[in-house]
């Protein structure tokens, strides 16, 4: 994979800095620091003025604290100041950023130019061109900015989670402080109602009061070569804690203290007891109540304490949830976002199919006008012909032949849908017509029409080619693919209502496998073939062959809609195959071809429950390794 497809995201907490890289096939992976997805945002400041990062920063000060600064993402006008020496604040704010870049670089191959930078809701236009100016002097591209709390939204869809357009939805982000926002999902995106922030709502302000807990010292401890090393005991200690009931804390110059979940819930809950007014306060500012939520998810550092969902449950009155990989979550959204090219309500593209959609499109198209012309040609008149038809004539039909002719109409016409949505949108002066749902959803819908349109024709030709009743024609047209109608409406409802985009994108979500119509129409050919064929003697046995081996062609043409992996498409063909050759006869071609519109109707219908209702969950990536008691722990990756 080229540096050049490759997206990078990055959360630049107070407390840590997390960096997602994304390619464009939709895989992703968090981007490792001293073996950890967290990397410290702290930096320290060496005598040479060099800028060090990470462990290696809360290693040095251990011996010189005072050149430590703790959160440099915190704007200042000036320069800072370290024992004297001047610090320019843009590179020591550009130095976790820097460090991310060479990782990026190194993990892509090359400098990666897509850059995302989540930042908090609550941010003015001084804090992020500060940001994006930070970003210039790290040597970053330019950067898109991503909120917080819609980059989690976004994640929160990817990931399986059902909103409909105009849901509300609170994103609780409890890092190094705390930020509560409320989001309406439109139809273009995520909107901020209302956020409200407090920094001293967070792991920054529990940290210090477990301190004072397990030290017994109101006041921080002296600056020395112990005040860093308390302040990464106790926050591994508080990280500990949330999974076991008692840790053993090591303390500089005094014997080790046990910290137990009571003293965590003590130190923790007023902090959290901020947390659960700003969630109250955020509902109220957005002029919603708890009933009109979607639902309240909390993501950061802190998130995991066990107490926070309890606290929030009973100021907001909506028990929260805990998102899977909480401190990657905003970073994992903002990979995501946007990832295709943004849609611009004044002036919609008609998108040109490339070569595989286009065979998508023609190759059922094509099967299709082959097995109705063939439909019409090999009739078999009886007591006549229809140049000169008897008193009492009647024709034998291959009804099966003449059913899934209009199913592959419909699934061409469907291969194409949002192609047709693309075109009714640039004609359309509606915007919801002309939003990405709209237009997929349209799409769909006028696909779907136009396949019934001319699986109808294909009835009413017939009828009257042949100077039979129509209603015969109609049910054997129609009747087989209404299940394949049903599936595209609620795809289409779907698409409409914005729930998320399926993996792979609605073009490949409405294609039919090739390989399934091509040995469809194949077979179909063949067992017709067999059925009307002039039986000369030494081609009898040829004929029957060609019989068989297309109704074997019909049983894999099934068994490859059906199911997908490989292995369970070579179990299920062999008997499926067999049975459809052994009954290919004129009774039982309808069977077939019925048999065959009901499995691409499965076919969607497992599609549409797989990739949109309710999508396999990705795989967790960037999980921290095991926490060690003489190392900090994340205590936030978006506070």
């Known amino acids: 994979m080229r540096a050049g497809d490759a997206r990078l995201s990055i959360d630049c907490g107070s407390a840590t800095t997390v960096a997602v890289l994304a390619w464009a096939e939709g895989s992703a992976s968090a981007l490792s620091f001293d073996g950890s997805p967290y990397l410290p945002s702290s930096v320290f400041v060496g005598a040479d003025g060099q800028v060090w990062t990470g462990q290696r920063a809360w290693q040095a000060a251990a011996e010189q604290p005072s050149r430590l600064i703790p959160s ?113 999902r439109g139809p273009a995106g995520f909107e901020v109602l209302a956020t409200l922030a407090d920094p001293a709502a967070g792991g920054v302000a529990i940290d210090q009061a477990l301190t004072v807990a397990v030290t017994g010292e109101r006041d921080a401890p002296e600056e020395g070569a112990g005040q860093w090393t308390v302040a990464q005991s106790v926050r591994a200690a508080k990280e500990a804690l949330a999974t076991h009931p008692a840790v053993t804390v090591p303390l500089p110059d005094r014997p080790p203290v046990i910290a137990n979940t009571a003293m965590l819930e003590d130190a923790a809950r007023p902090a959290l007891q901020r947390v659960g007014a700003l969630a109250r306060e955020a509902i109220a500012a957005a002029e919603l109540t708890a009933a009109d939520l979607a639902g309240i998810y909390c993501v950061g550092g802190s998130a995991p304490l066990p107490q926070l969902s309890a606290v929030i449950a009973e100021h907001a009155g909506v028990t929260p949830m805990l998102v899977a990989e909480p401190g990657l979550a905003a970073a994992l959204g903002a990979a995501d976002a946007g990832a295709g090219s943004p849609f611009t309500p004044g002036a919609v593209e008609v998108a040109v199919p490339p070569v595989r959609r286009a065979v998508a499109i023609a190759v059922p198209g094509l099967a299709s006008l082959a097995l109705i012309g063939q439909f019409f040609l090999t009739a078999d008149y009886r007591n006549g012909s229809r140049a000169l038809p008897g008193l009492h004539y009647w024709v034998v039909l291959n009804w099966g032949e003449l059913a899934v002719a209009a199913v592959f109409a419909v699934v061409a016409c469907l291969a194409a849908g949002t192609v047709l949505g693309s075109l009714i949108a640039a004609r359309s002066p509606s915007t919801d017509i002309r939003s990405e749902g709209g237009k997929v959803s349209v799409g769909i819908l006028a696909a779907v029409s136009l396949g019934v349109a001319a699986a109808g024709l294909y009835a009413v030709v017939a009828s009257q080619y042949f100077g039979l009743p129509v209603g015969g024609f109609l049910r054997w047209a129609l009747w087989p693919v209404t299940p394949i109608v049903v599936m595209a409406v609620a795809m289409a409802v779907v698409a409409a209502r914005q729930w998320r985009v399926p993996r792979g994108g609605w073009s490949a979500l409405l294609t039919v496998p090739t390989g399934s119509v091509s040995s469809g129409a194949l077979g179909m050919l063949l067992v017709q073939y067999s059925l009307t064929a002039d039986r000369w003697p030494h081609l009898v046995l040829w004929i029957d062959l060609a019989g068989r081996v297309g109704g074997l062609l019909l049983g894999v043409a099934v068994v490859m809609a059906l199911v997908t992996p490989l292995v369970f498409r070579l179990i299920l063909a062999a008997p499926l195959a067999v049975i459809s050759a052994a009954i290919v006869s004129w009774p039982a071609s309808g069977v077939l071809g019925v048999f065959y519109a009901v499995a691409v109707a499965v076919w969607w219908a497992a599609r549409l429950w797989t990739r949109v209702v309710r999508p396999a969950p990705s795989t967790p990536i960037g999980q921290a390794p095991p926490l060690n008691m003489g190392r900090a722990a994340p205590s936030g990756g978006g506070g």
């Open 72 to 184: 440099p993402r915190r704007p200042a006008d000036n320069d800072l100041s370290t024992d004297g020496a001047r610090v320019d604040a843009l590179d020591l704010a550009a130095a976790p950023l820097r460090r991310v870049a060479a990782e990026a670089e190194r993990v892509a191959g090359g400098p990666v130019r897509d850059v995302r930078l989540v930042v908090p809701a609550g941010w003015g236009p001084r804090r992020r061109t500060w940001m994006r100016q930070v970003a210039h002097r790290a040597g970053l591209l330019q950067p898109r900015l991503v909120e917080a709390p819609v980059a989690v939204a976004e994640h929160l869809l990817a990931t399986g989670v059902q909103w409909p357009v105009g849901s509300f939805v609170g994103v609780c982000d409890v890092g190094a402080g705390a930020e509560v926002t409320v989001l309406r």
